[in-house]
Antibody, heavy 116, light 107 residues
């Protein structure tokens, strides 16, 4: 079955960068886009962007433009989300989700904590 | 950007009740809407896409309807396992946007 395996929790200092991975299995990786969504503690869902692994084309939410970079390594069926210039407001669970339009399933999430 | 306004933000209902959650889009999104359920401490799971197409394994008590700017998620007979938060997502145009969420509690 389709599985998305995300990397483990991270603790970062303000100003640092974080790179979260999402390893895919159970389907043809280049057949589906990968979306990234984050959820701050006790808050709702926020779409960050998506990448098409076949073409490398990305779409980003303006909120994150310039700070987020989505990439993939097709050889190992893995997607990455890198976020730079971290602040405490970036403390959240980051999810990957497979899909060309709406998306599902999702990974289990990666908690990123930004703290001095 | 398309703004999604979801209501109510929370609701409490009894087992067996009919529950309705609505999402309104600031622009016409045709039927490009999905609904997600998030149980406490878990990742969201998609319930349906294209407004009303249920994902595999989703019970038939969940029903979606609407088009354009007004959409509804209905649970026909609430079950204890339906507790959690529900979100709508528009994927008609970038950036994709979620509703603010509805927290559903069981009385």
């Amino acid at each position: 079955q389709v599985q998305l395996m995300q990397s483990g929790a991270e603790v970062k200092k303000p100003g640092a960068s974080v790179k979260v991975s999402c390893g895919a299995s159970g389907y043809t990786f280049i057949g589906f886009a990968m979306n990234w969504v984050r959820q701050a503690p006790g808050q709702g869902l926020e779409w960050m962007g998506r990448i098409d692994p076949r073409t490398g084309v990305t779409n980003y939410a303006q909120t994150f433009q310039g700070r987020v970079t989505l990439t993939t390594d097709v050889s190992i069926a893995t997607a990455y989300m890198e976020l730079t210039g971290l602040t405490s407001d970036d403390t959240a669970v980051y999810y990957c989700g497979r899909g060309n339009l709406s998306f599902g399933p999702w990974g289990r999430g990666t908690l990123v904590t930004v703290s001095s | 950007d398309v703004q999604m306004t979801q209501s109510p933000s929370s609701l409490s209902a009894s087992v067996g009740d009919r529950v309705t959650i609505t999402c309104r889009a600031s622009h016409d999104i045709r039927r490009d809407l999905a609904w997600y359920q998030q149980k406490p401490g878990k990742a969201p799971e998609r319930l349906m896409f294209a407004t009303s197409t249920l994902d595999g394994g989703v019970p038939s008590r969940f029903r979606g309807s609407g088009s354009g700017t007004a959409f509804t998620l209905t649970i026909s007979s609430l079950q204890p396992e339906d507790l959690g938060s529900y979100y709508c997502l528009q994927y008609n145009s970038y950036p994709y946007t979620f509703g603010q969420g509805t927290k559903l509690e069981i009385k």
